[in-house]
């Protein structure tokens, strides 16, 4: 099953039919406005997955207008990111794994602007990642227990003003308002899937800009889970962005369009906006 949600804030079932709404059988706590209502319905999912399910059969789905798809987690708990991933490497050269935080504020979804703010950096940079969404409160997970806390997986893209902070992965140089696109679904991991199966293919005004699979970099989204839960505890909704190839952002500016496509989970189509027009090469 895949879940996602319209630009109305409806959250709904994405088939192969269309859109799914769940209203029927899931509200919102109105006594919780604060949290994300996809969060709530992660944290309540093992009650309402069989009713949610059954609305496939009994239910006509909307017609599926991909333009009208909001982020599925508007403002998740947290967002983690993976800072020093590293394709093609032999088994004994892995690199030490490391973290950082981005503002959940700088989420967006699958199908708007990035906005470049008003900071002199160097460049803006986007790469492509597959990211992990939480099921349920966690810490210190085995590499083998990693498949039972983990809801299921979503695309982002990871946004970055470069010569911003005090270096390559700080929270205000990634934490920009639009600077994470997300979406546009949830792939729920019900059966456990294969992430190192998923394809990333992330293109730029119509011609391809980086190409990989998950399984070719060198982590497994299992070892990631159990090591950023040594940190702190993980919630439900919370996201975990695994990565992509080191060395390959992809500069953007003004005027660009962008497009990212993942196995299984869905396309982004965005484009990017600079207010004050800067060129590519170097707007600082």
């Known amino acids: 099953m895949k879940l996602g949600r319209l630009d109305d804030e409806r959250l709904g079932l994405v088939t192969d039919g269309g859109f799914v709404d769940i209203s029927t059988v899931f509200s919102p706590n109105p006594r919780r406005p604060y949290v994300d209502t996809m969060v709530?319905?992660?944290?309540?999912?093992?009650?309402?997955?069989?009713?949610i399910a059954a609305l496939q059969s009994s239910t006509s789905p909307l017609a599926l207008d991909v333009s009208r798809?909001?982020?599925?987690?508007?403002r998740p708990r947290k967002i983690v990111n993976l800072c020093t991933e590293v394709k093609d490497l032999q088994p004994d050269q892995k690199p030490p794994i490391d973290w950082f935080f981005k503002s959940p504020e700088?989420?967006?979804g699958p199908n708007g602007q990035l906005i470049l703010p008003p900071h002199y950096a160097t460049e803006f940079l986007i790469e492509a990642?597959?990211?992990?969404?939480?099921g349920q409160p966690c810490r210190n997970v085995p590499v083998d227990e990693a498949d039972t806390v983990i809801f299921g997986y979503t695309a982002?893209?990871?946004?970055?003003?470069?010569g911003l902070g005090r270096g390559m992965g700080t929270y205000f140089n990634k934490s920009f308002d639009t600077f994470c696109p997300m979406g546009p679904t949830i792939l729920i991991n019900e059966p456990p899937l294969d992430a190192a199966a998923f394809d990333v293919r992330l293109g730029l005004n119509?011609?391809?800009?980086?190409?990989?699979?998950r399984g070719s970099l060198?982590?497994?989204v299992a070892e990631l889970i159990a090591d950023v839960s040594t940190y702190f505890q993980l919630m439900p909704g919370d996201v975990?962005?695994?990565?992509?190839?080191?060395?390959?952002s992809i500069r953007i500016a003004h005027g660009d369009s962008i497009t990212l496509d993942v196995t299984t989970i869905g396309s982004m189509s965005l484009s990017v906006d600079d207010p004050l027009c800067r060129h590519r090469e170097r707007v600082a």
């Not at 709530?40 to 009713?51: S, T």
């Not at 119509?206 to 699979?213: I, M, N």
């Open 40 to 51: 709530q319905l992660i944290e309540r999912w093992d009650e309402l997955k069989a009713p």
């Open 69 to 74: 798809f909001g982020p599925p987690l508007r």
């Open 106 to 108: 700088s989420v967006t």
């Open 129 to 134: 990642e597959i990211a992990v969404v939480i």
């Open 156 to 162: 982002v893209l990871d946004g970055m003003g470069d």
């Open 206 to 213: 119509g011609a391809p800009a980086e190409s990989y699979s």
């Open 218 to 220: 060198a982590h497994s």
């Open 240 to 248: 975990v962005a695994c990565g992509s190839p080191t060395n390959r």
